[in-house]
């Protein structure tokens, strides 16, 4: 089963409005998560390094104004695109590692559309 | 900066064929390679390698490093339709576990 979960799967909103993409690790403490954006027919792209109990960590271009993340707790992150636009319609996924570092593993992935 | 390229980025095989993919890496304080299968939603886990020269094997894949080189293979022998897919690899370094995907090599293997 599943060990890290992504939820929603699926998400439609409007032009403007916010969203928010949770990421759980199902049976174990990430105190380090990491959010991908991938357009179609493209690589996973990391759009941010996200740690428990302090800011995240964003890579060059994307805007942390725009994809807040939060990191709450050693088994949650959470992903808000804000105001978001139909060029944020994407698949979003998140990963996290074990404590090892030996395995990685990457949640089902949100597929986000803005209308 | 770090750098990863795939090669080939799309491959068009029969069933039963062997396939051979590259990936060629650069990466500062680097710890291992991770290959990943992506089908229609997120990757699935294939091999990690830390060790040069030292074959993975699982069922029809295997793959092996070259540190030196800086360099994996990813083989699929006898393919099958169930290997179609975007097959991506992924330095890691010792910095974290952040992982800069290369652009993946698409398969398609028709009956």
């Known amino acids: 089963g599943a060990v890290v979960s992504q939820h929603p799967s699926w998400v439609i909103c409007k032009s403007g409005t916010s969203v928010k993409i949770e990421c759980r690790s199902l049976?174990?403490?990430?105190?380090?998560m990491f959010w991908y954006r991938q357009f179609p027919k493209q690589s996973l792209m990391l759009m941010a390094t996200?740690?428990?109990?302090?800011?995240?960590?964003?890579e060059q271009g994307v805007e942390k104004d725009k994809f807040l993340i939060n990191h709450a707790s050693l088994t949650l992150s959470t992903l808000t695109v804000t105001s978001a636009h139909p060029e944020d319609s994407s698949f979003y996924i998140c990963?996290?590692?074990?404590?090892?570092?030996?395995?990685?593993?990457f949640g089902e992935g949100s597929w986000l559309t803005v209308v | 900066e770090d750098k990863v390229v795939q090669s080939p980025l799309s491959l068009v095989v029969h069933e039963g064929d062997t396939v051979t993919l590259n990936c060629s890496y650069e990466v500062t304080n680097f710890r291992s390679l991770l290959w990943y299968k992506q089908e229609k939603k997120a990757p699935t886990f294939l091999f990690m390698l830390?060790?040069?020269?030292i074959e993975k094997k699982s069922g029809r894949l295997s793959s092996i490093l070259d540190k030196k080189e800086l360099f994996s293979i990813l083989n699929i022998t006898a393919t099958q339709t169930g290997d179609s897919a975007v097959y991506l690899c992924a330095p890691l370094s010792n910095s974290g576990y952040a992982l800069n995907f290369g652009k993946g090599t698409s398969l398609l293997v028709t009956p």
């Open positions: 830390t060790s040069s020269g």
């Open positions: 996200s740690n428990e109990g302090s800011k995240a960590t964003y």
């Open positions: 049976d174990f403490q990430a105190t380090t």
């Open positions: 990963s996290a590692s074990t404590q090892s570092g030996n395995t990685i593993y």
